[in-house]
């Protein structure tokens, strides 16, 4: 009984571990999102920056855009960017 | 020399293993995990790779990976950036798998493998590329690679000669043509990522013709393409870029409809959307490859990516452009760039010379004789010894002509998506019933999906309208053709609404058991030709194991297993406790 109850608890304290770790994550990621996106984000409005490419589409005679992706030295392929 | 690719947390994580130029050993991890699409670290299938050829992760030369990982967080962040603050959920969801996983690939490795030695990174399309010029059979080739995004690339198109490949274009995310049709998926209430083969195949129920489909007309005003095949998605019909669902409420109301609950009906509109969606992915493949030729000049063109397995689209190629071979990889989704990444560093980084086709799939892997009995003895199931490889065969294309439903499990498991012979669920596709009957009581599945048949390569030409010669993809169920008409009554079951069938053929080289037991089942029914689907039930992965297989037949209406030369029977054995129609989701 003692055994059942220790696992239970083991079980119930793992369990509101997790979930305490999720609502701290969440929170950290919610100010990071706030602080971090947001400003960058309204900043770059500000300056009409545009991450995506969202141009106006008639403008253009072919949406290929040039990627020339040939082999390199091989020290390029250890980054990871 | 041993080299490692892996590619993960994405979706269909996979590995695979090269020594001295040729791929040894691949493996979808979905298959050991049994999680249908499984986007984990793959430890599973590289464990498999490594012992296949009994060696530790420190004979590897090198692992290679398949992708720029950095590259694909700056769209991500990008997305967020672009979409403050629509993103939040989609921030708050996605951020903890690229803190603890994505960013840290290299020590996840190092840490999992007890790896010392080097990590490469392959961006994401060219380990497509890779994954179908380096292994195809053409010294020469023109490569499109068309999914849904890699780190910034959606859709590319170049030239491979001998070692080396040139990706010189491409189309950008947001502009996905994999997106579009993943979106239009999600709208007729399908997964994402899972289910765009069953709206290739809902297609065939709707109107083909873009003059009178006017849902044809309305998609059109989504996308703008050119002649050249590329494309432009005006964005406002999509809500992918920032939110985890894919159409807006925009396109609900272009479509006249909101999206489609899984349970709902279908109705002639989604057939109609589904066959608009076919129709305009067909114009800009053709397009873009049309274009791709021109530019190339070759006449050998290669395809990966997940878009490589529309096999309705594949089988029009050599039709509607100036190309005159293919081949595809037939894992063209991302499971397929592992293939890519330990080609690309091999054949082109360490120029070495190409010697290696890739004219099969049985990558996977087997179970000894000696295996599959103990199998069967310890969990006490009752079965037969065939007597010999001939009694084998007469034996089972006996029981699919008396309309048996047969659970094929031989040899190594296959590299893919697609059931191949090996991990196979075999029927008889002269009887009109077994579509009905393997969709219900086999597969779980919905009623309008059709079956595939498998012929051998000779006999092809005589029931499909084939390219000639056969092109190598057929090999890997990646192309469909229409069924002569004469036979379209003679196997109703193999036959889908439009009168085509996505044929597997096979080639006795590749697979000489599985090859003589179709030519054994025409010899007494006088149609040389098997209903082949894959081993499995609606949202499982392929069955790996013969448990996979045992537990499946038991569970389903598979009246035989067939394992290497053991026959189970259903009915000889107690039911086992699994129920398979309540485990089946999509």
């Given at each position: 009984m003692i055994t059942q109850f220790t696992k239970g608890f083991k079980k119930g304290s793992k369990a509101f571990g997790e979930n305490i770790s999720i609502i701290v994550n969440s929170l950290l990621l919610f100010i990071v999102y706030l602080i971090g996106v947001g400003i960058v984000s309204v900043i770059a409005k500000l300056s009409n920056k545009r991450f995506l490419d969202y141009q106006e589409?008639?403008?253009?005679?072919?949406?290929w855009s040039g990627l020339n992706l040939t082999q390199k030295p091989i020290e390029e392929y250890y980054r990871q960017f | 020399m041993y080299i490692l690719g892996i590619s993960c947390y994405y979706h269909d994580s996979s590995a695979a293993l090269l020594k001295d130029g040729k791929i040894v050993a691949a493996a979808e991890e979905e298959r050991f995990t049994?999680?249908?699409h499984d986007t984990s670290f793959p430890v599973n299938a590289i464990k498999y790779c490594l012992q296949s050829q009994g060696i530790?992760?420190?004979?590897?030369s090198y692992i290679g990976f398949y992708e720029k990982p950095l590259l694909k967080f700056e769209r991500v962040l990008s997305q967020h950036l672009q979409f403050f603050p629509h993103s939040l959920k989609t921030f708050l969801s996605s951020m903890p798998s690229w803190v603890n996983d994505k960013l840290r690939v290299t020590k996840k490795i190092k840490k999992e493998l007890k790896y010392k030695g080097d990590v490469l990174f392959i961006q994401h399309h060219l380990a497509h590329a890779a994954s179908c010029?380096?292994?195809?059979?053409?010294k020469k080739a023109a490569i499109l690679t068309v999914d849904g995004v890699g780190e910034w690339t959606t859709t590319s198109y170049g030239a491979g000669d001998a070692n080396e490949i040139n990706l010189m274009k491409e189309i950008r995310f947001p502009h996905s043509l994999g997106l579009l049709y993943s979106a239009i998926t999600a709208y007729l209430g399908f997964k994402v990522n899972n289910s765009e083969y069953k709206v290739m195949g809902l297609s065939?129920?709707?109107?083909?013709?873009s003059r009178t489909n006017t849902y044809y007309r309305r998609l059109k005003k989504v996308i703008d393409i050119k002649d050249d095949g590329s494309y432009y998605l005006d964005?406002?019909?999509?809500v992918y870029q920032y939110a985890d669902?894919?159409?807006s409420r925009k396109l609900c109301k272009l479509l006249g409809g909101g999206v489609r609950q899984y349970s709902e009906k279908l109705t002639q509109r989604h057939k109609d959307i589904a066959a608009a969606l076919q129709l305009i992915y067909e114009e800009v493949f053709t397009k873009m490859l049309n274009y791709v030729h021109k530019e190339t000049e070759c006449e050998n063109i290669t395809i990966a990516g997940g878009?490589?397995?529309n096999s309705v689209a594949n089988g029009k190629i050599l039709q509607q452009t100036a190309f005159k071979n293919v081949w595809i990889q037939?894992?063209?989704?991302?499971?397929?760039t592992s293939i890519g990444v330990v080609s690309y560093i091999y054949?082109?980084?360490?120029?070495n010379k190409r010697t290696y086709i890739?004219?099969?799939?049985?990558l996977g892997p087997s179970y000894s004789k000696t295996e599959i009995k103990r199998f069967l003895e310890n969990n006490k199931i009752k079965y037969n010894i065939f007597k010999n490889r001939q009694e084998l065969i007469q034996k089972t294309a006996k029981l699919i002509l008396q309309n048996n439903v047969i659970g094929w499990f031989q040899g190594r498991m296959e590299w893919?998506?697609?059931?191949?012979?090996?991990r196979s669920i075999l029927a008889n596709p002269?009887?009109?019933?077994a579509q009905d009957l393997l969709n219900l009581?086999?597969?779980?599945?919905?009623?309008f999906r059709p079956f595939a048949p498998v012929v051998c390569e000779d006999d092809a030409l005589e029931y499909f309208e084939c390219d000639k010669p056969v092109p190598a993809p057929t090999d890997f169920m990646l192309m469909v053709y229409p069924v002569k008409k004469k036979w379209h009554k003679k196997i109703?079951?193999?036959?889908?609404?439009?009168?085509?069938g996505r044929l597997q053929t096979i080639r006795r080289s590749q697979n000489p058991l599985y090859y003589d037991l179709i030519k054994e089942f025409g010899k007494l029914g006088?149609?040389?030709i098997l209903i082949n689907t894959s081993f499995?039930?609606?949202?499982?992965?392929?069955?790996?194991t013969p448990y996979d297989a045992y537990r499946c037949m038991m569970g389903t209406g598979i009246d035989y297993l067939v394992i290497d030369k053991f026959l189970v029977k259903r009915?000889?054995?107690?039911?086992?406790?699994?129920?398979s129609e309540k485990s089946a989701r999509d």
């Open positions: 589409k008639k403008s253009r005679d072919t949406y | 049994r999680k249908k530790s992760a420190n004979k590897l010029f380096l292994v195809s059979p053409f065939a129920y709707g109107n083909k013709n964005m406002s019909y999509f669902r894919m159409p878009c490589g397995l037939p894992a063209a989704g991302d499971a397929g054949y082109t980084l360490l120029r890739q004219d099969n799939a049985f893919g998506p697609r059931a191949l012979g090996s002269c009887n009109p019933e009581k086999v597969k779980h599945r919905e009623k109703p079951s193999v036959t889908h609404i439009d009168g085509s006088k149609i040389p499995n039930i609606r949202g499982e992965p392929i069955v790996c009915e000889d054995n107690q039911k086992h406790i699994w129920d």
